[in-house]
């Protein structure tokens, strides 16, 4: 089974607005982070926060981090057409793999 | 090549036909992972590859499905025999480092097997 998982499974909301994407996991972790994937791309890496870290920022995003709920959660402000897009977490559990959820679907409308 | 490079970009086969699906990493990663994605899913593991250290090759869902990399770039999955159910996108990845740390995505192969 997935180590993590987002929800909401899809998310739709108007430009200008925030989105928030949950990511839950199952066992403890070196580190969590999340991707980004265009319709039909490939992943690109938005944000690492390790397990000694609560939260964490680059630009527009804002991560945070709950060892003891398992949970991390991805902000976007002043969300932008462009920011139309899968979300995954992923996980460090420490197998020397990363093991990504199912994705959240952001769809930003104009 | 400055990033992840993966060929072809789509490949269509007949059930029963073997298929390989090439990844250059990033010069100098010694890291090199390959996932699959479903339609409309999540990143499913397959292999790991770490410089000379044996790979793990825990994800792969059945012997049928074979991967090696050569010299320590160059990375080539394959799909023999390929089922209906093989239908999916093929993602590479390579990462500079020892742990799971970021990883660099290539475009991924698109596999059709009719």
């Known amino acids: 089974s997935q180590q993590g998982e987002e929800d909401p499974q899809a998310l739709s909301i108007q430009e200008g607005e925030n989105a928030t994407m949950n990511c839950s996991y199952k066992?403890?972790?070196?580190?969590l982070q999340w991707y980004r994937q265009n319709s039909g791309r490939g992943l690109v890496h938005l944000i690492l926060i390790r397990s000694n870290e609560r939260e964490k920022h680059s630009g527009r995003l804002r991560v945070t981090l709950d060892t003891s709920k398992k949970s991390s959660s991805l902000l976007i402000t002043a969300s932008r057409a462009a920011d139309t897009a899968s979300y995954f977490c992923a996980t460090d559990a420490g197998a020397q793999k990363l093991v990504f959820g199912q994705g959240t679907r952001l769809t930003i409308n104009p | 090549g400055a990033g992840v490079s993966q060929s072809p970009s789509n490949k269509v086969t007949e059930k029963g036909k073997d298929v390989e699906l090439r990844c250059d990493p990033i010069s100098g990663h010694t890291a090199l992972y390959w996932y699959r994605q479903s339609l409309g899913q999540g990143l499913e593991f397959l292999i790991y590859f770490q410089g000379n250290s044996a790979p793990d090759k825990s994800g792969l869902p059945s012997d049928r499905f074979s991967a090696e990399r050569t010299g320590g770039s160059v990375s080539t999955l394959t799909i023999q025999r390929t089922q209906q159910e093989d239908s999916a996108v093929y993602l590479c990845?390579?990462?500079?480092?020892?742990?799971?740390?970021?990883?660099?995505f290539g475009e991924g192969s698109r596999l059709t097997v009719l």
């Open positions: 990845a390579s990462s500079p480092t020892t742990r799971p740390g970021k990883l660099f």
């Open positions: 066992t403890s972790i070196n580190n």
